[in-house]
């Protein structure tokens, strides 16, 4: 993946204090209606990221109902960001 490539070298040529990296995901709901959350496709996007060499500065997760604390800081956990910029954007009644 190139683009991932060409973000990696771009925070390193301006430093990382003047990158921002802002990760969007979608956690799922898993089953019937109100089933649990299923924050693994985030926090595999995240390792994959790690991977190429980016760590996110935030994480925002997109989801249909606000996740739990508990959600929030096991995404934080396993993606290495910090609880606090993990953020929860769900959805609203028109």
């Known amino acids: 993946m190139v683009f991932l490539e060409a973000l990696r ?3 390193f040529r ?3 204090d003047n990158f921002c990296h802002v990760h969007v995901s979608l956690v799922t709901v898993v089953g019937a209606v ?3 959350k299923n924050q693994n ?3 595999q996007s995240i390792r994959n990221l790690r991977t190429a ?3 996110p500065h935030m994480v925002v997760c997109r989801s249909k109902d606000p996740l739990t604390r508990a ?3 096991k995404i934080s956990l396993f993606g290495m960001v910090p ?3 993990v953020f929860s954007v769900h959805d609203t009644r028109a």
Do not use: A, C, K, P
Request: charged share 20%; aromatic share 4%.
């Open 34 to 36: 109100g089933g649990t």
């Open 41 to 43: 496709q985030t926090q």
């Open 71 to 73: 959600i929030r800081e």
């Open 83 to 85: 609880s606090n910029m």
């Open 14 to 16: 301006v430093g990382r």
């Open 53 to 55: 060499g980016l760590l």
């Open 9 to 11: 070298q771009f925070e």
